[in-house]
């Protein structure tokens, strides 16, 4: 049985971050909701609760039954969470002089405390909440502080219960990884086991158990993720394994018929399907960016759907869904920020069930996966791409012109940043076809053409990003060979936002 830590989700913007450090330390985790624990689960060592963009006092805060959870599992509150929880034990939450943002140092710790082990005053740690704890309940002992935040972290006496107001899952924490380890593996006593190939070996014997002699149908993209499960599935089912590949039309230059050439070395059974001219018909004239996902989710159900029904006896949707496509989408405030491809209606409409190999792994656990399968690296290291693919990087209406126009741009930017050696750096780019025109010379002649923006970032998990500080040199020459050689534009720029505020995709 796979032990695991809980980590409940009280909206937080950073609570998948507290899952990816957790998983760095090869303990497993899951994030569910803050109102769905799983109490009936004999796996679970452990209790993480997030932060929350509520305050305790609100009406409409985000609150549990603390009692059905304490003294059973250790338990850490973090932010909100440890604020909750010294709010309905009896102690005093106020709105700070003045948001409390950014770097603190911890000036005083309690070093014999289990939490704190290994970490010193003067550590730097990471500060986000408009709320502080006043005044602690009795038996709540502090163990840390900084200069602003007398109540940094504390624990109540004789439990296994400890808050803390700063953020451990934040690089900008130094210590939190160290604090993160103390928790789960000396306080809640994690083994530690969770592994690519600790991954394969039971999610290949539960598939074989799952699928048994079943025939199994799964759309790839030509991304990381369908890629990956399409190996694994492979390798516990074999030949019952049908994929399609669906090509909407806005595809990369070329990816068409470098996908199905790395699909075949793989040894999977791909039937590639050209229903480019569909998609550009239902695409015509539609500038809103969540309507072009849906007409593009619905078209590729609809061609998927019917190539699938030239098979026989298939009973499963193999799907390449992972763990932020399911948290994001099943989001506890109710607000969707993009809707995801992989997560849409298909089972439903082919009467399948769904198996879904990867939908407990972050980005990177995937490809980790992926090199323990022995899988091409040009394939792992792959960026992340849009399933509408280029059709949410034209801005406005789509057009042939306008993807044929953007493909060759993209192509000079991607294969530049290989050229370079910059593509592994990077964690995704591409270029954004912008809905304006601006006024040019070329070769002593006006022109008034289009503009494209130039987007790579850097990251670690796709929460947040950072734009990638590219070399003057080479977006120098990347801008100069767009120009020179893609007919229709004539300006290039360089998008220098993070995520947040802005997202990686500008649509």
């Known amino acids: ?27 497993y985790c899951e994030i569910v909701p803050y109102n769905k624990f799983p109490h009936s689960d004999p796996s679970v060592i452990g209790v993480i609760l997030s932060g929350s963009p509520f305050s305790v006092y609100d009406e409409k805060a985000f609150k549990i039954e603390l009692d059905t959870i304490r003294g059973k599992y250790p338990i850490l509150g973090i932010c909100y969470g440890a604020q909750f929880m010294a709010y309905v034990n009896g102690g005093t939450v106020e709105p700070a002089n003045s948001r409390e943002y950014g770097r603190a140092l911890l000036t005083t710790i309690d070093t014999t405390n289990p939490l704190l082990k290994g970490i010193e005053p003067g550590s730097q740690v990471w500060m986000s909440h408009g709320d502080t704890i006043t005044s602690l309940p009795e038996g709540f002992n502090i163990i840390a502080s900084t200069e602003q935040v007398p109540v940094a972290a504390y624990q109540a006496q004789g439990e296994k219960l400890w808050g803390v107001q700063f953020h451990p899952e934040v690089y900008h924490s130094t210590c939190g990884t160290q604090l993160l380890r103390n928790f789960v593996v000396d306080i809640c006593g994690g083994k530690q086991d969770w592994s690519a190939a600790s991954f394969i070996e039971s999610t290949v014997a539960q598939l074989k158990q799952q699928l048994g002699d079943d025939k199994v149908v799964l759309g790839l993209s030509g991304g990381v993720d369908s890629s990956v499960a399409a190996v694994l599935l492979n390798k516990a089912i ?14 990369r230059k070329n990816e068409f018929t470098d996908v199905l050439r790395d699909y075949e070395v793989l040894g ?13 018909s239902e695409l015509a004239g539609v500038t809103d960016p969540e309507k072009k996902r849906k007409i593009i989710g619905k078209g590729f159900i609809e061609v998927f759907d019917e190539e699938a029904h030239k098979l026989s006896d298939v009973k499963w949707l193999g799907q390449g869904t992972i763990y932020p496509d399911c948290i994001e989408s099943l989001s506890i405030t109710g607000t969707t920020i993009k809707s995801h491809h992989n997560v849409g209606g298909l089972p439903e409409k082919m009467n399948l069930k769904l198996c879904e190999p990867l939908r407990l792994l972050f980005k990177d656990e995937v490809r980790a996966v992926g090199r323990e399968l022995g899988m091409p690296e040009h394939l792992i290291t792959r960026h992340p791409f849009p399933g509408p693919g280029l059709a ?19 192509h000079i930017f991607i294969q530049g940043l290989r050229d370079w050696g910059l593509y592994d750096k990077v964690w995704q780019a591409g270029v954004i076809l912008l809905p304006v025109q601006s006024v040019g010379v070329m070769g002593d002649e006006r022109t008034y053409e289009r503009a494209v923006a130039l987007r790579a970032v850097t990251s ?15 977006l120098a020459e990347v801008s100069n060979k767009i120009i020179n050689t893609v007919r229709g534009v004539n300006r290039v720029t360089y998008d220098i936002s993070s995520k947040p505020p802005a997202t990686i995709e500008w649509e």
């Not at 074999?238 to 595809?251: A, E, Y």
């Not at 949410?392 to 993209?410: C, F, H, M, N, Y």
């Not at 950072?466 to 080479?474: E, G, K, N, R, S």
Request: with cysteine; aromatic share 8%.
């Open 1 to 27: 049985m796979q032990e695991k830590i809980i980590i409940l989700d009280f909206g937080s913007q950073t609570t998948q971050l507290i899952g990816r450090r957790v998983r760095e330390l090869n303990m």
């Open 238 to 251: 074999g030949k019952n394994l049908t994929c399609i590949f669906v090509d909407h039309g806005m595809l």
């Open 268 to 280: 999977l059974n791909v039937i590639g399907v050209d229903a480019s001219r569909k998609f550009f």
């Open 392 to 410: 949410v990087r034209i801005l406005g209406d789509i057009t042939p012109e306008k993807v044929q126009i953007l493909q060759e741009a993209d």
């Open 460 to 474: 670690t998990d796709a929460m947040t990003a950072d734009w990638a500080h590219l070399p003057y040199d080479f």
